[in-house]
């Protein structure tokens, strides 16, 4: 009922900056709460940040990654600065008919319903 599309994704020299994009389409409102994950080669998918009335980031990427919202473009966005080689791996935008809660694990793939295809971000040294 969404369709999720990232885009964005690229080669930068560590320090360097990337700004992502997740355009939904579909059923919108069904994409109250949505997300971004990542998952390097021979891991498991980390969660990154996600975005509903509020915004939540992981450990390793606060202060360096902002995420937003259009909501009028249906458009979701991950602004990375300063970014490192271990931020290489696949991004995916996700997105989910619940609104945020306190108790929601939000920081679980499990949470989210729908996914993007994902795209690619390597940083070099």
């Known amino acids: 009922q969404v369709q999720l599309v990232e885009s964005g994704g690229g080669l930068v020299q560590a320090g360097g900056s990337l700004r992502l994009s997740c355009a939904a389409s579909?059923?919108?409102?069904?994409?109250?709460?949505m997300g971004w994950f990542r998952q390097a080669p021979g891991k498991e998918r980390d969660f990154v940040a996600f975005?509903?009335?509020?915004?939540r980031y992981a450990d390793s990427v606060k202060g360096r990654f902002t995420i937003s919202r259009d909501i009028a473009k249906s458009t979701m966005y991950l602004q990375m600065n300063s970014l490192k080689p271990e931020d290489t791996a696949i991004y995916y935008c996700?997105?989910?008919?619940?609104?945020?809660?306190?108790?929601?694990?939000?920081?679980?793939?499990?949470?989210?319903?729908?996914w993007g295809q994902g795209t690619q971000v390597t940083v070099s040294s």
């Open positions: 996700a997105a989910d008919p619940k609104s945020f809660n306190s108790g929601m694990p939000y920081f679980s793939p499990h949470e989210y319903h729908y």
């Open positions: 579909g059923r919108t409102a069904s994409s109250n709460t």
């Open positions: 975005i509903s009335w509020t915004t």
